[in-house]
């Protein structure tokens, strides 16, 4: 499975920027779809992740400006980033986790994209 991520780039305070992440190769079913970050010195963090049921969870310095969209149809998860502030600085990777055996002997395995920068800056 891989993970190809679009969108990142040099924004204002206040301005709005949206990642894309597309998901391919052989699966039977993306379970999450996530975002993480991480800004330099710092650990990665849950941004913000879309389960298959539906549910989405953020983290609390996003809430309220970052909204996340799934389109299961294209195996896509879209990150909209309003208000954006220099805090929001990183490297935000995707993350999928896929079952990629079903049955009674299923294999569930967590994959990552390759990171996309997005800076805050004015």
């Known amino acids: 499975v891989q993970l190809q991520a679009y969108g990142g780039g040099l924004v204002q305070p206040g301005w709005s920027l949206r990642l894309s992440c597309v998901a391919s190769?052989?699966?039977?079913?993306?379970?999450?779809m996530a975002w993480y970050r991480q800004a330099p010195g710092k650990q990665r963090e849950l941004v913000a992740a879309?389960?298959?049921?539906?549910?989405?969870d953020f983290a609390d310095s996003v809430k309220a400006r970052f909204t996340i969209s799934r389109d299961s149809t294209k195996d896509t998860v879209d990150l909209q980033m309003n208000s954006l502030k220099p805090g929001d600085t990183a490297v935000y990777y995707c993350?999928?986790?896929?079952?990629?055996?079903?049955?009674?002997?299923?294999?569930?395995?967590?994959?990552w994209g390759h990171g996309t920068l997005v800076t805050v800056s004015s």
């Open positions: 993350y999928a986790f896929v079952t990629v055996v079903a049955g009674p002997a299923s294999r569930h395995y967590e994959f």
């Open positions: 190769g052989t699966f039977v079913s993306i379970n999450v």
């Open positions: 879309f389960r298959s049921g539906g549910s989405a």
